[in-house]
Protein backbone atom coordinates (compact mmCIF):
# COMPACT_ATOMS: atom_id res chain seq x y z
CA UNK A 1 0.00 0.00 0.00
CA UNK A 2 1.21 3.54 -0.22
CA UNK A 3 3.56 4.39 2.86
CA UNK A 4 4.84 8.30 2.23
CA UNK A 5 6.66 9.78 5.02
CA UNK A 6 3.56 11.51 5.21
CA UNK A 7 0.84 9.07 5.38
CA UNK A 8 3.29 7.26 7.67
CA UNK A 9 3.22 10.99 10.47
CA UNK A 10 -0.88 10.73 10.00
CA UNK A 11 -0.73 7.12 10.55
CA UNK A 12 0.96 7.65 13.88
CA UNK A 13 -1.60 11.07 14.74
CA UNK A 14 -4.77 9.22 14.29
CA UNK A 15 -3.30 6.23 16.78
CA UNK A 16 -2.14 9.02 18.98
CA UNK A 17 -5.80 10.16 18.94
CA UNK A 18 -7.68 7.02 19.23
CA UNK A 19 -5.02 5.95 21.83
CA UNK A 20 -5.95 9.42 24.18
CA UNK A 21 -9.72 9.28 23.43
CA UNK A 22 -10.13 5.19 25.04
CA UNK A 23 -8.11 6.92 27.90
CA UNK A 24 -10.76 9.75 27.94
CA UNK A 25 -13.75 7.19 27.91
CA UNK A 26 -12.21 5.05 30.25
CA UNK A 27 -11.50 7.97 32.75
CA UNK A 28 -15.15 8.93 32.40
CA UNK A 29 -15.81 5.39 33.14
CA UNK A 30 -14.33 5.54 35.93
CA UNK A 31 -16.09 9.11 37.53
CA UNK A 32 -18.09 7.08 40.54
CA UNK A 33 -14.43 4.63 41.17
CA UNK A 34 -12.80 5.63 44.61
CA UNK A 35 -9.31 6.32 44.21
CA UNK A 36 -9.63 6.17 40.49
CA UNK A 37 -6.98 9.16 38.67
CA UNK A 38 -7.06 10.41 35.40
CA UNK A 39 -5.03 9.09 32.88
CA UNK A 40 -4.06 10.69 29.59
CA UNK A 41 -1.52 11.18 27.02
CA UNK A 42 1.38 13.55 26.29
CA UNK A 43 -0.39 14.49 22.74
CA UNK A 44 2.59 16.89 21.68
CA UNK A 45 4.86 14.23 23.00
CA UNK A 46 4.18 11.73 21.56
CA UNK A 47 3.81 13.50 18.29
CA UNK A 48 7.24 14.99 18.58
CA UNK A 49 8.60 11.82 19.08
CA UNK A 50 6.62 10.03 15.99
CA UNK A 51 8.50 12.87 14.01
CA UNK A 52 12.30 12.65 15.70
CA UNK A 53 12.22 9.11 15.59
CA UNK A 54 10.03 7.14 13.12
CA UNK A 55 11.68 4.01 14.48
CA UNK A 56 9.48 4.66 17.63
CA UNK A 57 7.21 6.17 16.07
CA UNK A 58 4.75 2.51 16.30
CA UNK A 59 5.51 2.66 20.05
CA UNK A 60 2.98 2.02 22.19
CA UNK A 61 1.76 5.50 23.90
CA UNK A 62 2.19 5.10 27.11
CA UNK A 63 -0.39 6.99 29.51
CA UNK A 64 0.51 9.28 32.54
CA UNK A 65 -1.94 10.58 35.45
CA UNK A 66 -2.61 14.13 35.42
CA UNK A 67 -1.65 16.38 38.11
CA UNK A 68 -3.34 19.80 39.36
CA UNK A 69 -6.60 18.02 39.53
CA UNK A 70 -8.74 18.49 42.75
CA UNK A 71 -9.36 14.99 44.08
CA UNK A 72 -13.32 14.77 46.12
CA UNK A 73 -12.71 13.03 49.38
CA UNK A 74 -12.70 9.29 48.16
CA UNK A 75 -9.81 10.21 46.15
CA UNK A 76 -11.20 10.28 43.03
CA UNK A 77 -10.15 13.27 40.73
CA UNK A 78 -11.98 12.96 37.90
CA UNK A 79 -13.72 16.14 35.91
CA UNK A 80 -16.68 15.08 34.06
CA UNK A 81 -15.84 19.02 32.53
CA UNK A 82 -12.77 18.21 31.84
CA UNK A 83 -13.24 15.08 29.81
CA UNK A 84 -15.85 16.68 28.18
CA UNK A 85 -13.89 19.16 26.75
CA UNK A 86 -10.73 16.75 26.19
CA UNK A 87 -13.12 14.71 24.57
CA UNK A 88 -14.76 17.14 21.80
CA UNK A 89 -11.05 18.19 21.49
CA UNK A 90 -9.94 14.74 20.44
CA UNK A 91 -12.62 14.29 18.27
CA UNK A 92 -11.72 17.53 15.93
CA UNK A 93 -8.07 16.62 16.00
CA UNK A 94 -9.50 12.69 14.70
CA UNK A 95 -11.43 14.28 11.50
CA UNK A 96 -8.56 17.07 10.98
CA UNK A 97 -6.39 13.70 10.64
CA UNK A 98 -9.30 12.04 8.62
CA UNK A 99 -9.28 15.09 5.99
CA UNK A 100 -5.21 15.27 5.65
CA UNK A 101 -5.30 11.71 4.83
CA UNK A 102 -7.96 12.59 2.50
CA UNK A 103 -6.35 15.18 0.55
CA UNK A 104 -3.05 13.26 0.59
CA UNK A 105 -5.10 10.39 -1.42
CA UNK A 106 -6.46 13.06 -3.76
CA UNK A 107 -2.78 14.62 -4.01
CA UNK A 108 -1.12 11.06 -4.72
CA UNK A 109 -3.99 9.95 -6.99
CA UNK A 110 -3.90 13.20 -8.96
CA UNK A 111 -0.18 12.47 -9.63
CA UNK A 112 -0.90 8.83 -10.98
CA UNK A 113 -3.58 10.45 -13.00
CA UNK A 114 -0.98 13.10 -14.83
CA UNK A 115 1.24 10.45 -15.51
CA UNK A 116 -1.34 8.47 -17.52
CA UNK A 117 -1.27 11.57 -20.23
CA UNK A 118 2.01 11.18 -20.82
Do not use: C, W
Not at 4 to 16: C, G, K
Request: charge should be negative.
Amino acid sequence: MINTPMIQFLERFLNVTSDRQSLVVNNMANIDTPGYHTQDIDFRGELQRAIGSPEDASMTTVAHKVSGLISRPDGNNVSLDRESMTLAETQMQFRVGIQFIRTEFHRILHAINEGKDS
